[in-house]
């Protein structure tokens, strides 16, 4: 049984045009090729 | 791709030109990028555009150099109504590629319909008010803002599943059900969605279907492609018309000649009886018209002719009053005349002329005129006519006689002349004479009532009366014996001449050619203007 009030939350708020550049300014662009560049860095840091 | 080590290009091998190192994990992350890529590209296919985004964005973790993927986690974005999320990913692209990027197209598409873009954003914060108004409890301005906004923007998933679970929880879940269905449409396997028609089937015990439309839609391409039916038989695509047309050149004119007979019964049962009656009906009304103006013209003339008769009349009264003023005039001339003939003492001619005028043409002082002038010259009038009558009386001409006695017992209606008693008498004797009994009578008659002291002297003449009758004078001195004489009177007349003149040598005073009457009674003469004379 599908309770309203629930289902409500699941509901939020989309953004407007206005909002376009703020979203792609605080976009979190980071993928799996920069965590293993991160991780070889890393890595290296300890070898020295 | 370049190596993630000394950031050399790296090529078809795993390792890197430039360092040697090993890059078989970098070539697998992309590897698997591009998986997920493919994953999605068919999941949006076959609009699974939920499982598309997830599948995208998983790709875009490995790899967010993934510029295809990008653009088509966009276009999904785009085709679920997220336009600026669609725009987020396009401009992100845009800048990891600047050149020959789709991403350019779609954003370029956007910015030039500005009127589009306004309208997206505007059902977007319609959107985000009514999540608003649920918040608050005001679910009827939800409803109201989500039908404007599904009505603007129809690719808004989001906007249709608020908008059924309101409907949902009002229990109209027909209502909530098609939304859930156009949501379907656009996003055929968005969990929330078919969440809510599940839940909408459970509650009231009947499926949803959507191979209808779909059906119907397959059969209407299937209709549109010129009417063949396509199959598949092992590797070959196989089409084969529905229809079997027979494209030979005697069938070919055979049609011709159909269809020319055909257009030809058309025309002949359709056009050309419209046409008739069209010319039927312009024809009548043309007669109807020329019939109006006829009428219209015949009342017209009606009322010339009604105008001519009434100016007629007018002019005729115009010119009787014309006529009765010159004869007025007239009258007025010989008023003035009349006038100046007294004035100048001829009173004779005055009292002729003024006989010849007719009192009734007169008015105020002119009337008075007449009046004066009738009063004064009536008396010479009555002796002109009394002696006109007894001389004619002598003369035996009894007609005449009859005639001035007459106008001069007219001229005298007040009996103011002395001798008006000898005229009507002898008015009375001269048409006793004539043979004018009733006149005479009537004179006679007058005469008695008017002078009863004289009643015998004509008493004898009335028709009837028992007295001598015959003719008047011939009886020597009776009464009807008329005598004109110096002195003695004496009734020797003869039945030719009445009155005999006696001639009386004794005692002549006057002149005995002034003599114009004798009175018969007295003996007394009186000359032409009744003057006594001697």
Same mark, same amino acid.
Not at chain 2, 138 to 160: F, G, H, R, S, T
Not at chain 2, 208 to 220: A, I, L, N, V
Not at chain 2, 228 to 240: D, F, H, K, P
Not at chain 2, 526 to 533: A, E, K, P
């Given at each position: 049984m599908i309770n309203y009030e629930e289902e409500l939350k699941k509901f939020h708020p989309s953004m407007d045009v206005n909002e376009a550049e703020d979203a792609i300014y605080s976009r979190d662009l980071t993928d799996v090729t920069d965590i293993l560049k991160e991780m070889l860095q890393d890595e290296k840091k300890k070898k020295k | 791709m370049r190596c993630v080590y000394c950031n050399t290009p790296l090529a078809v091998i795993d390792y890197c030109p430039g360092c040697g190192a090993d890059v078989s994990i970098q070539k697998r992350i992309v590897r698997i990028s591009n998986l997920l890529y493919n994953r999605g590209l068919e999941k949006a296919s076959v609009r699974d555009l939920s499982g598309a985004i997830t599948c995208l964005k998983q790709s875009l973790k490995f790899n967010k150099e993934n510029i295809d993927a990008r653009n088509l986690l966009g276009l999904c974005y785009f085709e679920t109504g997220e336009v600026v999320s669609a725009l987020c990913e396009w401009v992100?692209?845009?800048?990891?590629?600047?050149?020959?990027?789709?991403?350019?197209?779609?954003?370029?598409?956007?910015?030039?319909?500005?009127?589009?873009?306004?309208?997206?954003?505007?059902?977007?914060?319609?959107?985000?008010?009514?999540?608003?108004?649920?918040? =608050? #409890?005001?679910?009827?301005?939800?409803?109201?803002?989500?039908?404007?906004?599904?009505?603007?923007?129809?690719?808004?998933?989001?906007?249709?599943?608020?908008? /059924?679970?309101?409907?949902?929880?009002?229990?109209?879940?027909?209502?909530?059900?098609?939304?859930?269905?156009?949501a379907a449409n656009v996003d055929n396997t968005n969990t929330t969605t078919l969440r809510y028609l599940t839940e909408?089937?459970?509650?009231?015990?009947?499926?949803?279907?959507?191979?209808?439309?779909?059906?119907?839609?397959?059969?209407?391409?299937?209709?549109?492609? #010129?009417g063949?039916?396509?199959?598949?038989?092992?590797?070959?695509?196989?089409?084969?018309p529905t229809t079997f047309r027979d494209s030979s050149t005697v069938a070919t004119f055979i049609n011709i000649a159909l269809g020319i007979l055909l257009g030809g019964a058309i025309v002949w049962f359709l056009v050309v009886p419209s046409t008739r009656q069209s010319m039927n009906d312009s024809t009548n009304q043309q007669v109807t018209d020329a019939n109006m103006k006829l009428a219209s013209e015949s009342a017209r003339l009606q009322d010339l002719q009604d105008?001519?008769?009434?100016? =007629?009349?007018?002019?005729?009264?115009?010119?009787?009053?014309?006529? =009765?003023?010159?004869?007025?005039?007239?009258?007025?001339?010989?008023?003035?005349?009349?006038?100046?003939?007294?004035?100048?003492?001829? =009173?004779?001619?005055?009292?002729?002329?003024?006989?010849?005028?007719?009192?009734?043409?007169?008015? #105020?002082?002119?009337?008075k005129l007449y009046d004066d002038l009738m009063g004064a010259v009536s008396s010479a009038l009555f002796t002109q006519y009394y002696t006109a009558g007894t001389t004619a009386y002598v003369a035996g001409d009894y007609a005449t006689a009859a005639q001035q006695l007459q106008l001069a017992v007219d001229s005298d209606p007040q009996r103011n002349n002395s001798q008006y008693a000898d005229a009507l008498m002898y008015l009375g004797f001269a048409y006793y004479n004539v043979g004018?009994?009733?006149?005479?009578?009537? /004179?006679?008659?007058?005469?008695?009532?008017?002078?009863?002291?004289?009643?015998?002297?004509?008493?004898?003449?009335?028709?009837?009366?028992?007295?001598? #009758?015959?003719?008047?004078?011939?009886?020597?001195?009776?009464?009807?014996?008329?005598?004109?004489?110096g002195g003695d009177t004496q009734g020797a007349g003869d039945s030719g001449q009445d009155i005999t003149i006696y001639e009386d040598n004794n005692s002549p005073s006057y002149d005995p050619s002034q003599v114009a009457w004798t009175d018969p009674n007295t003996g007394l003469n009186?000359?032409?203007?009744?003057?006594?004379?001697?």
């Open positions: - | 992100i692209s845009k800048n990891l590629l600047p050149e020959n990027n789709l991403a350019d197209y779609y954003i370029d598409q956007l910015q030039n319909n500005k009127n589009r873009l306004d309208t997206i954003n505007q059902t977007i914060r319609k959107y985000n008010q009514s999540i608003g108004y649920c918040r =608050q #409890g005001n679910e009827d301005m939800a409803v109201i803002q989500l039908k404007k906004v599904v009505a603007q923007n129809p690719k808004l998933v989001k906007a249709y599943q608020l908008l /059924a679970l309101l409907y949902m929880k009002h229990e109209d879940y027909e209502k909530a059900r098609r939304l859930l269905k156009k909408i089937e459970e509650l009231t015990g009947r499926s949803t279907s959507f191979g209808g439309r779909k059906r119907r839609q397959e059969t209407e391409e299937e209709e549109g492609q #010129g063949t039916l396509r199959y598949v038989s092992g590797n070959e695509t196989i089409i084969q105008q001519i008769d009434t100016y =007629q009349e007018k002019a005729d009264q115009a010119d009787y009053e014309r006529n =009765q003023a010159l004869e007025k005039a007239d009258s007025y001339e010989e008023l003035m005349a009349v006038a100046d003939l007294y004035v100048t003492g001829q =009173q004779s001619g005055a009292a002729d002329a003024v006989g010849a005028l007719n009192g009734e043409d007169f008015s #105020g002082n002119a009337k004018d009994t009733a006149k005479a009578d009537q /004179a006679f008659q007058k005469f008695m009532d008017d002078y009863p002291s004289r009643a015998s002297e004509v008493q004898y003449y009335i028709s009837g009366s028992g007295g001598q #009758g015959g003719d008047a004078g011939s009886t020597g001195t009776t009464q009807g014996d008329v005598s004109m004489q009186y000359d032409m203007y009744g003057n006594l004379l001697g």
